[in-house]
């Protein structure tokens, strides 16, 4: 049973679609497993988290009052700093487009 929504930006759309299929299979997977119940590292915050495939990490929010969670970036580890820093400082225009929902 569902219990969490999940969204994503575009440019998470436009990155996916450029992903090799194992990626995008794991993406697919771990989605599918996010519905049901949260899972991910948090990142400073509890409503912050990534998940680790190989040297790549997916990074999401979580809306746990609204059950909604949204992808944000798949990108390797040597980016984590900068993609950690950009969520942190946009994190407020994140929860609005995620709450528009």
């Known amino acids: 049973m569902k ?30 497993q996010l519905e049901e119940f949260v899972t991910g590292k948090p990142l400073q915050f509890n409503w912050f988290r990534e998940k680790k495939y190989l040297n790549k990490r997916l990074y999401f929010l979580v809306d746990k009052e609204r059950k ?25 225009e994140f929860w609005d487009y995620l709450r528009s929902f």
């Not at 929504?5 to 599918?32: A, C, G, H, M, V």
């Not at 992808?71 to 400082?89: G, N, V, Y």
């Open 68 to 92: 909604k969670i949204l992808f944000i970036s798949f990108a390797s580890k040597k980016e984590q700093q900068k993609i950690i820093d950009f969520i942190i400082a946009n994190k407020n």
């Open 3 to 32: 219990t969490y929504e999940i969204y994503t930006t575009d440019s998470f759309n436009k990155l996916f679609n450029t992903l090799d299929k194992d990626e995008q299979n794991w993406i697919k997977k771990i989605k599918l």
